[in-house]
């Protein structure tokens, strides 16, 4: 019987969280979440009350890249037709009157054929039964189009461990500032502490700031289910890198200019472009990054705190190595430092 080599075994990527540090809710203003700073070599942590001190650490001619991907209100409440209700999560935005999507449903006896109705204006068919608990099913409506009904009844797809029912003030803050393209199911959530302020003070210290779209898909917060991370497959989401992006990239390495990526979703597209050659791309990005990867762009990265045993920790151990990440974790837990999501911010250089 083989043993998983240590370091490829789920279990060493696991760390205890107190509850009280996982945030329901964002810093009243976004530049006022903490930051702790994490640096590589020689292994150095700093603390800081306020995101905005990240400016101090950008130096003139550092490349800024962010996801300027958007959230639509995925999360839909509706009852079934037979009674009960049912809560979905869409996995693509529905357009038109007609549309088939694949999507997570929360109800008692869901089954192919079941019907569940949104305020009457939405009907949802079950179409089939999946593994995984999922569905897929289609969207029908009589009377407007449906992209326009999941802004009336759709809500903001809150991530699972955010326990407490959506507001409509999340429509707002679970979305960066700088969202633009629509197609997201979860936000890229490290450009939550960015605002129009701190990127223009950036822009003016002599920092080029662009930005490429992934479209974050189920698959990013997906549990590992296999003890041995290799064997973990990540499903592949939407991503586009423009020419302009590209051309500024290979100036960076070209001058040793550091590339900053905001959140995992940039440095996943950037490093699956950096497999293919490094040109313009449109299409499905299935890059895995798990430690051992070998990364050839991103020099710095700013990310939130990631769940235990996931594959957003697993990137940063990549990047970082294990033992720092998780020491920074534990001093981050010792500072009440707030978790995930809506939680604080790490920089990692």
């Known amino acids: 019987m083989s043993t998983i080599p240590e370091k490829f075994d789920i279990e060493y990527y696991n760390y205890q969280l107190p509850e009280h540090l996982i945030a329901y809710y964002p810093a009243k203003k976004r530049t006022e979440s903490k930051l702790l700073v994490i640096e590589k070599k020689p292994g150095k942590l700093y603390f800081h009350e306020k995101f905005s001190e990240i400016e101090k650490y950008f130096q003139k001619g550092d490349l800024l890249i962010l996801n300027n991907t958007k959230v639509f209100p995925a999360r839909l409440k509706g009852r079934k037709t037979t009674g009960g209700e049912a809560e979905l999560l869409l996995f693509k935005k529905p357009t038109g009157f007609k549309f088939q999507t694949f999507a997570l449903i929360k109800g008692k006896r869901i089954k192919k054929g079941t019907e569940i109705l949104i305020e009457n204006y939405i009907k949802i068919k ?126 960076a390495l070209s001058e040793k200019r550091r590339i900053i990526a905001v959140g995992t979703t940039v440095v996943r597209t950037l490093e699956f472009i950096a497999k293919k050659g490094l040109t313009p791309y449109k299409g499905l990005c299935d890059l895995y990054i798990y430690p051992g990867f070998k990364f050839q762009i991103v020099s710095a990265m700013v990310t939130n705190f990631h769940l235990p045993k996931s594959s957003l920790l697993l990137l940063v151990c990549a990047f970082a190595g294990r033992s720092l990440i998780l020491k920074a974790y534990q001093e981050a837990i010792k500072k009440n430092y707030r978790f995930y999501s809506y939680g604080d911010a790490t920089f990692i250089i």
């Open 126 to 251: 079950v179409l089939d039964k999946l593994e995984g608990g999922r569905f897929f099913v289609e969207l029908e409506s009589q009377i407007e189009p449906l992209e326009n009904l999941i802004y009336k009844y759709g809500k903001a797809p809150l991530p699972p461990y955010i326990k407490r029912e959506p507001e409509i003030t999340d429509l707002e803050r679970y979305q960066t500032v700088f969202a633009q393209k629509e197609g997201s199911i979860a936000a890229p959530t490290a450009g939550f502490h960015f605002d129009e302020n701190l990127l223009k003070t950036l822009q003016e210290k002599g920092i080029v700031i662009k930005f490429i779209t992934l479209h974050v898909g189920y698959g990013t917060f997906a549990p590992i289910k296999v003890k041995d991370i290799r064997k973990h497959q990540i499903e592949s989401e939407y991503i586009e890198i423009e020419e302009d992006v590209i051309e500024e990239i290979k100036k």
